[in-house]
C-alpha cells in the first residue's frame, strides 16, 4: 500500500524556495569521528531533489540524549561528512534557532545547504513548544520530513513545524512507509515474522498485531525466556519476565501452532563474554546458570522455516549480540533470512547491526532506519511524525 500523504515531488516547484528538512542524523560518534554514516547516505536521494530543482535546503536533526548543551554531541561531525557525500561545501550553524541562525538561513542561495545544530540542545525540542518549532519554520519557505527514525516522536522538528508551513514527505519517509505497510497490509504468504531482543513486555503489541498476519512467528533472544518459563521450565538465573508469563500462557494456548520457541540453547555461568558456556536443551538449564543465545538445532529449526518464505519481516537479536560468543544465533538468522528468496524488511538497532557483521547487507530487501518506530508501526500505532503530514 503506497504511502497516502503528500510526497516531495507534491511540493514543486522548488526553484528558489529554502526546503527546510527534519534529516535523522543520529549517527554514532566516537571520539568525534562517525563510525557508520548508514543514515546520512539515506538521506541523500532526498537532498539531491531538492538541489537538483533550484532549491537550497536547510538540515536538521537531533543527535543522542544531551541534556542541554554537550559538544561532544555536536552534529559538525556530520556537515563534514554530508559535504564529502554531497561533494559540495555544507554549511553549519551553531545553533538550530537566533539571529545568527536565520541570517545563515537567508543567504543561502540555490543549491546551497546548511545543517543546523543539534535540536536537542534546546529543551523545548522534545517539548513540541510551539514557539520554538515556529522559529524552525521561520528559517523554511517549505517543509519535508525524511525522518523515519523521529517519526513516533511528537516533536518540534517533526510534528510542531507542520502547522506552519506547506509540508509533505522525504523519499526515505516514503519509502519506509511503503514497506511497512506492505507487511502489515498487503503481506505475501508465507509471512515469517522474527521477534528477538531482551524484554517480552516491549514486543507483546507487536506480536498481538503480527500474529493474524503471519503464517509462523519465530521467537528469539531474552524474550523467548519467558515463554519457556510460561510452558513450565526451569530458566536458571536467565531473564525472565514474570509479570508477562501470564500473556506468554494465553499467547501458547491460542496460537502454539505458528509460535516457534527454542529448542536448545547455550548458557552460560555469568553474564560476560568470557564466561563457561554449554549447550543444553530447554529443559536442562542449570541453577546459577542464565540463556544468552539460542542454540545450533533452533538455528536450523529457524532458518528452514525461512526456506519457503515469500515475505521475512525481522526485529530483535537471537541472543546477547553484543558479545561475540553469543552472537551466533542471531549471525545464523542474518544469513537465513538474506539466502532466502522472501522480501525481507529489517528493522531494529541489533538486527541491522547482525545482517551488516554478516556481510549479507546488500542481500536484504529493505533495511529500515529507525528502530523504534519501525517498532511502534509494527504495533498498529499511528506515528506522530507520519499522521502530521498532509493527505495527498
Known amino acids: 500500500m503506497a504511502l497516502n500523504k503528500k510526497t516531495i515531488p507534491d511540493l514543486q516547484p522548488l526553484q528558489g524556495k529554502r526546503v527546510l528538512v527534519r534529516v535523522d542524523f543520529n549517527v554514532p560518534l566516537k571520539n568525534g569521528t562517525i563510525t557508520d554514516d548508514t543514515r546520512i547516505r539515506a538521506a541523500l536521494p532526498t537532498l539531491e ?65 546548511l545543517l543546523l545544530e543539534n535540536l536537542r540542545f534546546h529543551k523545548e525540542e522534545e517539548k513540541n513548544d510551539p514557539n520554538f518549532a515556529k522559529q524552525l519554520a521561520a528559517l523554511g519557505d517549505v517543509y519535508v520530513d525524511d525522518a523515519f527514525g523521529s517519526a513516533h516522536r511528537a516533536h518540534a522538528s517533526v510534528e510542531g513545524v507542520t502547522h506552519f508551513l506547506p509540508s509533505a514527505a522525504g523519499f526515505l519517509m516514503e519509502k519506509e512507509i511503503n514497506f511497512l505497510s506492505r507487511v502489515l497490509e498487503n503481506p505475501e504468504h508465507p509471512l515469517v515474522a522474527i521477534l528477538g531482543g531482551a524484554k517480552i513486555s516491549d514486543k507483546l503489541p507487536v506480536i498481538r498485531n503480527l500474529l493474524p498476519l503471519a503464517d509462523v512467528l519465530i521467537i528469539g533472544g531474552g524474550m523467548a525466556n519467558t515463554f519457556l518459563k510460561a510452558e513450565g521450565y526451569e530458566m536458571g538465573d536467565s531473564l525472565v519476565e514474570s509479570e508477562s508469563i501470564q500473556q506468554a500462557r494465553e499467547l501458547l494456548a491460542c496460537c502454539s501452532g505458528k509460535l516457534m520457541l527454542p529448542v536448545d540453547v547455550v548458557v552460560a555461568d555469568a553474564f560476560k563474554n568470557d564466561a563457561r558456556s554449554e549447550v543444553v536443551s530447554v529443559g536442562g538449564v542449570m541453577p546459577g546458570w542464565r540463556i544468552l543465545d539460542i542454540g545450533p538445532h533452533t538455528a536450523g529449526h529457524y532458518i528452514n522455516a525461512l526456506r519457503d518464505a515469500k515475505m ?40 541491522v547491526a547482525a545482517v551488516e557483521k554478516a556481510g549479507v547487507a546488500d542481500q536484504i530487501t529493505h533495511i529500515s532506519t529507525g528502530g523504534g518506530a519501525s517498532l511502534e508501526f509494527l504495533e498498529g500505532k499511528t506515528l506522530p511524525g507520519v499522521a502530521a503530514l498532509p493527505d495527498k
Open 49 to 113: 531533489f531538492i538541489l537538483s530543482n533550484g532549491a537550497s535546503a536547510v538540515l536538521m536533526s537531533h543527535l543522542g540524549r544531551p541534556k542541554g548543551v554537550d559538544l561532544s554531541q555536536s552534529l559538525k561531525p556530520v556537515s563534514v561528512r554530508l559535504s564529502e557525500l554531497l561533494g559540495k561545501p555544507v554549511k553549519f550553524a551553531d545553533d538550530c534557532i537566533g539571529p545568527v541562525t536565520s541570517e545563515a538561513a537567508q543567504a543561502l542561495q540555490p543549491g546551497g545547504v
Open 312 to 351: 521475512i519481516v525481522w526485529n530483535g537479536p537471537m541472543g546477547v549480540f553484543e558479545f561475540p560468543r553469543f552472537a551466533a544465533g542471531t549471525t545464523e538468522v542474518a544469513k537465513g533470512v538474506a539466502s532466502s528468496h522472501a522480501i525481507s524488511v529489517i528493522g531494529g538497532g541489533d538486527s
